[in-house]
């Protein structure tokens, strides 16, 4: 599936209290298949993923 995205830009769009696994694995399989990833939140800069049982680190974005 290497550089089958190569080329194009893909947005994922994200908001406080995602499940992190939810983001990161879908992230990774589109940079391994060549994409560009903007992750993105009308949230501000700041937000913040639920981790398993808790609260994951705050992470910035980019604004929307």
Request: net charge neutral; charged share 35%; glycine share 6%.
């Amino acid at each position: 599936m290497a550089n089958q995205l190569k080329d194009k830009r893909v947005a994922v769009l994200v908001a406080n209290g995602f499940e992190e696994v939810e983001l990161t694995k879908p992230v990774e399989a589109l940079k391994e298949a060549g994409a560009t990833v903007d992750i993105i939140s009308p949230e501000g800069k700041t937000v913040r993923a639920w981790a398993e049982k808790d609260w994951g680190k705050d992470s910035r974005w980019t604004r929307i």
